[in-house]
T-cell receptor
Framework: KQEVTQIPAALSVPEGENLVLNCSFTDSAIYNLQWFRQDPGKGLTSLLLIQSSQREQTSGRLNASLDKSSGRSTLYIAASQPGDSATYLCAVNGGANSKLTFGKGITLSVRP | EAQVTQNPRYLITVTGKKLTVTCSQNMNHEYMSWYRQDPGLGLRQIYYSMNVEVTDKGDVPEGYKVSRKEKRNFPLILESPSPNQTSLYFC????????????FGQGTRLTVV
């Protein structure tokens, strides 16, 4: 059974800092991995999708990497801003029924 | 605008009173699914549908029903809601089964008293 872990559960950083959010998963047989952002009381916004054959994806200040063999992904946020404060979730698509298995998320607070 | 729309956004109901949460997508996606999000448990899949008239159970299907009569709609039905179904519900869709990006609705916060 696939398990996805995100540690730490919460993170507080000063504005401008570059930061890395980690995600690990137990079963490397995945179709893809997706990073989401969730604001309080809101839905999930897709940030980046990495296919199993890819090593990384970039969008603006965000860069996500995938090391399938070691069961790890990282989300790199450059020059963090207070508007980046949110919960970041990673989810792996294991292929079977296309179910996404989610980590519990990292709640990020960027202090002005 | 491409989106997944859920209604209602907030709902308070009483135990045993049947309710339906609607989900509609305008992206012509084949695959749709429902998740619930609970503190400490994260997001878990309730039901999914690979196409019209094709639905199947996810990890936590007890107490829920779904139907997929049209490609764009995937309602979640609680025939007899109970307090343990108090949760934040999300509908999601993707182009097809497998390697495509999932899009989520804004969520429905359900409270059963």
């Amino acid at each position: 059974k696939q398990e996805v872990t995100q540690i730490p559960a919460a993170l507080s950083v000063p504005e401008g800092e570059n930061l890395v959010l980690n995600c690990s998963f137990t079963d490397s047989a995945i179709y893809n991995l997706q990073w989401f952002r969730q604001d309080p009381g809101k839905g999930l916004t897709s940030l980046l999708l990495i296919q199993s054959s890819q090593r990384e994806q970039t969008s603006g200040r965000l860069n996500a990497s995938l090391d399938k063999s070691s069961g790890r992904s990282t989300l790199y946020i450059a020059a963090s801003q207070p508007g980046d404060s949110a919960t970041y979730l990673c989810a792996v698509n294991g292929g079977a029924n296309s179910k996404l298995t989610f980590g519990k998320g990292i709640t990020l607070s960027v202090r002005p | 605008e491409a989106q997944v729309t859920q209604n209602p956004r907030y709902l308070i109901t009483v135990t045993g009173k049947k309710l339906t949460v609607t989900c509609s997508q305008n992206m012509n996606h084949e695959y749709m699914s429902w998740y619930r999000q609970d503190p400490g448990l994260g997001l878990r899949q309730i039901y999914y549908s690979m196409n019209v008239e094709v639905t199947d159970k996810g990890d936590v299907p007890e107490g829920y029903k779904v139907s997929r009569k049209e490609k764009r709609n995937f309602p979640l039905i609680l025939e007899s809601p109970s307090p343990n179904q108090t949760s934040l519900y999300f509908c999601a869709s993707s182009l097809d089964y497998g390697n495509t990006e999932a899009f989520f609705g804004q969520g429905t916060r359900l409270t059963v008293v």
